[in-house]
Every structure is written in C-alpha cells, then in structure tokens.
C-alpha cells in the first residue's frame, strides 16, 4: 500500500530554518504530484507548496520566498526547505500525493501522511 512518511519537524525560533523530508513508497513516484500542506492549531488545512514530476511547482502566496520545495525521484522523497521561519508557520505539515498534475486543493490527494509538528517561537 502507499505510505508516505514525513521528517524533519521540530521545534526552533522565529528566523532559523528547518527542512522537511517526505519518504513515499508503494506508488510510481515519479508519476505522482508530490505536495505539502500545514494545519495550524484550531485552522483546517492549508496549501503549502506543490511540485509536479517535471519540476514544475506552486506555492501559497504566505510561503513564497521563503520555503522551496524539491524532489529527488531516484530516493521518492519530497522536501521542504523552509527558512526564515516564522511563529505564523507553526502547524502540523502534511505530505500528499496524487497520480498527474499538482493542484493546490486538499480534496484533489487521495494519499496523505501522518504528518510532523512544526513549533516556531517568537
């Protein structure tokens, strides 16, 4: 079955970085849009960044700048370089993947991580 498994979360300071990593198996990486999401405490979930297997990729505008992400199709891991944190990025970030092109809409990924917590204090 497919699993996708994130690491690299942690608790850190407004200004420091952190890189997530997210580990799939069971699926045709590299056929697959690879994305990240976040919840924050008491918020529903929320597009982070999206990468499609040609590289093509899409950020929300709060992230933009600041995070990159990146994939390496020979390891079928995902990251997410996020630098300049800041308290507002605190949240669960979540893995997704789907078969084809990136969206940025929740429902369109069918598979999803367990998640890592993110802590950014000011």
């Known amino acids: 079955q497919v699993q996708l498994v994130e690491s690299g979360g942690g608790m850190v300071q407004a200004g420091d970085s952190l890189r997530l990593s997210c580990a799939a198996s069971g699926l045709a990486f590299a056929m697959h849009a690879m994305a990240w999401f976040r919840q924050a405490p008491g918020k529903g979930r929320e597009f982070v960044a999206a990468?499609?297997?040609?590289?093509?990729?899409t950020y929300a505008d709060s992230v933009r700048g600041r995070f990159t992400i990146s994939r390496d199709n020979a390891k079928n891991t995902v990251y997410l370089q996020m630098n300049s944190l800041e308290p507002e990025d605190t949240a669960v970030y979540y893995c997704?993947?789907?078969?084809?092109?990136?969206?940025?809409?929740?429902?369109?990924?069918?598979?999803w991580g367990q998640g890592t917590r993110v802590t950014v204090s000011s």
């Open positions: 997704a993947a789907r078969r084809g092109i990136l969206t940025i809409n929740t429902q369109d990924y069918p598979y």
């Open positions: 990468i499609n297997w040609s590289d093509g990729h």
